[in-house]
T-cell receptor, first 114, second 112 residues
Framework: GAGVSQSPSNKVTEKGKDVELRCDPI?????LYWYRQSLGQGLEFLIY????????KSGLPSDRFSAERTGGSVSTLTIQRTQQEDSAVYLC????????????FGEGSRLTVL | GENVEQHPSTLSVQEGDSAVIKCTYS??????FPWYKQELGKGPQLIID?????GEKKDQRIAVTLNKTAKHFSLHITETQPEDSAVYFC???????????FGAGTQVVVTP
């Protein structure tokens, strides 16, 4: 009965490098969400998946951000050519379905861009 | 799109007192209103939710009230305890979206 698992838990990178963040949702959850939380701020929606498709990518801040989900399970959020303003905690959540109430969050991946 | 405002941003209460956090939203089609609690270094966790066909819901020391006409909902914590200290987020969802739109959060500090 594992919860949502995210890796890495901490990532320090240099400006301009690419990073990949991984999310392993709860088994059987068809919906998966990515949020970003900057220091002391609220949760900023990035993208969500229903199965492998992403009906709403409206929150992705720029074309440097992309995400994919394969096999209706694991998702990867990729940030290319990282900038200092990308520094934040990236939170992943899953739910049984997009209209099914509770989101279960992982503990997040803290990204620091130097 | 939906706009969710949350107040206050910080709230300090004496142990045993009550805490109230309020959120307003803009989209009258919104129909699901959860509250999440986030402890330091953890992901947010659902503590209570309410749907648009219900005006109030209670679970032990926490309760949520919803006023759809005025488009606001509130979290009430009674008999606060030190373990209630955390950041609390309200959120809103409409069926047409699927995503949750979160408020900016309220840092609650319960002092013994």
């Amino acid at each position: 009965g594992a919860g949502v698992s995210q890796s890495p838990s901490n990532k320090v990178t240099e400006k301009g490098k690419d990073v990949e963040l991984r999310c392993d949702p709860i088994s059987g959850h068809t919906a998966l969400y990515w949020y970003r939380q900057s220091l002391g701020q609220g949760l900023e929606f990035l993208i969500y998946f229903q199965g492998n498709s992403a009906p709403d990518k409206s929150g992705l801040p720029s074309d440097r951000f992309s995400a994919e989900r394969t096999g209706g399970s694991v998702s990867t959020l990729t940030i290319q050519r990282t900038q200092q303003e990308d520094s934040a905690v990236y939170l992943c959540a899953s739910s049984l379905g997009v209209r099914d109430g509770e989101l279960f969050f992982g503990e997040g991946s803290r990204l620091t861009v130097l | 799109g939906e706009n969710v405002e949350q107040h206050p941003s910080t709230l300090s209460v004496q142990e045993g007192d009550s805490a109230v956090i309020k959120c307003t939203y803009s989209d009258s089609a919104s129909n699901y209103f959860p509250w999440y609690k986030q402890e330091l270094g953890k992901g947010p966790q659902l503590i209570i939710d309410i749907r648009s066909n219900v005006g109030e819901k209670k679970d032990q020391r926490i309760a949520v009230t919803l006023n759809k006409t005025a488009k606001h909902f509130s979290l009430h914590i009674t008999e606060t305890q030190p373990e209630d200290s955390a950041v609390y987020f309200c959120a809103v969802r409409t069926d047409s979206w699927g995503k949750l739109q979160f408020g900016a959060g309220t840092q609650v500090v319960v002092t013994p």
